[in-house]
């Protein structure tokens, strides 16, 4: 994958003579040059009529122009908090370019966060080290297992390309 985008259109069309909106959650760029929108909703609200109503047109619409679509309904809960909280670093000009830029030259593959983050840091508070990390993990230049525990100085950080 190389680009991950939230809520990234507004969707709006004329539906059984009445006219919708809706938001996707995400869209998906993949490397191949596929595209996925996603929807995300609980599993236990799927077999709500409404709800299905409400996700199939776009998804009718969304492949009649050729892209991939998927209803999502579930990870594990530490996943998706690491998630929702790194896409708080989603935008660009959340932390300087600058900051970002350092971080991804000197972060050195298969170190603990906090590690990276005193040596980040210098002379500062080893946190303010931690947003330039922050948009690198979002953005997918550097991973970590977002699965295995909530994002701590524990993870171990590995560079992507």
């Known amino acids: 994958m190389c680009g991950i985008y939230a809520q990234p259109c507004r969707m709006v069309a004329r539906v059984d003579g009445r006219v919708r909106s809706h938001v996707p959650d995400f869209l998906l760029e993949m490397r191949s040059g596929t595209v996925r929108v996603v929807n995300v909703k609980p599993a236990s609200r799927l077999d709500d009529p409404k709800v299905v109503q409400a996700l199939a047109w776009p998804g009718q619409l969304i492949e009649r122009h050729g892209w991939e679509y998927e209803i999502w309904s579930g990870a594990e809960r530490t996943l998706l908090e690491n998630i929702r909280f790194l896409a708080g670093y989603r935008h660009s000009g959340v932390v300087p370019e600058d900051e970002v830029e ?60």
């Not at 350092?102 to 983050?117: H, K, P, S």
């Not at 297992?145 to 390309?161: F, I, N, T």
């Open 102 to 161: 350092r971080a991804w030259r000197e972060v050195i593959d298969g170190e603990e966060m906090a590690i990276a983050e005193r040596r980040l840091a210098g002379d500062r508070k080893p946190e303010e080290a931690r947003p330039p990390l922050m948009a690198l993990l979002w953005a997918g230049r550097l991973t970590t297992d977002l699965a295995a525990r909530s994002l701590s100085g524990e993870c171990v950080l590995r560079r992507r390309g």
